[in-house]
């Protein structure tokens, strides 16, 4: 099980406070790893404390990820805190729901730079870092979206798309560089950004009848995954990515 062990790395995780991203943050620390968490609020510290409970070190950076200019210093305070980041996962994001010929402008600018934007922004910078020390890991958060079309989420598929091509262009120029680029596509997680599907009596129904799992998709569910991307097991994988649906992509 060594191959799996994360002790002694440092992952920093974008919406890492709650959600998936909270689930993701216990998960690698679980493993071992401490964790820097980045939150647009600074109101739930509950998944730190959990960290630190656990005999990791956790640290939280507030920070707005759609302002660009605030990224370099998000990495600054990550290494700061910690010395080092070996491992980035890309996990912050929002969904905009509006169908496509009534989208907003602003809806779309939002999605984009926060769902991709900042997440080639960071991946440069981290990436940057691990090229200096001779490794690291960079997990990017995809979606069933990012091989499918979606209804009323224009902006959010187009920004799932893209973090997909991203995840292989980084892959492609890092994996000689030890530094393996992979992306996970989780299918319907019950989250936030999934209150209102669910909510929706009929469209929670089409969807649950067609995953194969029956159920709708926990933060624990991506534990698993995402310490093997962040970890020795996964050393000869790049730019793949790996769906965690409950099936659904086979039906």
């Not at 370099?72 to 010395?83: F, K, R, S, T, Y």
């Not at 994001?93 to 997440?119: C, E, F, K, M």
Request: glycine share 10%; with cysteine.
């Amino acid at each position: 099980m060594s191959f799996f062990d994360l002790s002694g790395k440092v992952a920093l995780v974008t919406g890492g406070a709650v959600g998936l991203g909270g689930g993701i943050s216990l998960g690698l620390a679980q493993a071992g790893a401490d964790v820097v968490i980045v939150t647009s609020n600074d109101r739930n510290r509950e998944t730190q404390n959990q960290i630190e409970a656990m005999g990791c070190k956790a640290h939280t950076i507030v920070a707005n990820l759609m302002d660009e200019q605030a990224l370099p210093g998000v990495v600054e305070q990550a290494l700061q805190a910690m010395g080092k980041i070996d491992i980035l996962v890309n996990n912050a994001g929002i969904i905009r729901r509006t169908p496509a010929a009534d989208h907003a402008a602003q809806d779309w600018y939002d999605v984009l730079n926060l769902n991709l934007n900042s997440a080639f922004f960071l991946s440069q910078l981290v990436g940057r870092e691990m090229i200096k020390q001779g490794s690291g890991k960079i997990i990017n958060i995809a979606s069933m979206l990012s091989f499918q079309g979606g209804i009323n989420v224009p902006g959010y598929t187009a920004s799932k798309h893209a973090i997909a091509g991203v995840t292989k262009a980084l892959a492609n120029e890092w994996a000689s560089k030890n530094i393996q680029v992979n992306a996970i596509a989780p299918g319907y997680m019950a989250t936030d950004n999934t209150t209102a599907l669910r909510a929706d009596e009929e469209r929670s129904a089409q969807i649950l009848v067609r995953i194969p799992a029956a159920r709708w998709g926990t933060p624990e569910d991506m534990q698993g995954p995402v310490v093997f991307l962040a970890s020795k097991a996964s050393d000869y994988m790049s730019g793949h990515v790996l769906c965690v649906d409950g099936g659904w992509m086979t039906r």
